[in-house]
């Protein structure tokens, strides 16, 4: 008999915290292994799935600052700000 998987949105986005917090586990073990570029990469896919932080954007930064990207590096700079800054974290 076949099933149907039922959606819900919470479990939809349970999934994606937990595919994010894994992008973000992964890409902080290739940046301590020095690879660069799957670091830029996973943290990138972390941000794709909503699992947006300062932290990601700092440590995506980083990475591009080691592959010399330098306005790449800033931009992430800008939103590392941004996260600190916005009203919803200050309340």
Known sequence: MLRRLQ???ASHSAFK???GA???TNGDAALAECNYDSAIHLYSAAIDLDYTTDVIFSKRGKAKLEKGLWKEALLDAQKVRWHLLRPSRNQ
């Open 7 to 9: 959606y819900s949105p």
């Open 22 to 24: 894994l992008c973000l």
């Open 17 to 19: 915290q937990e595919c």
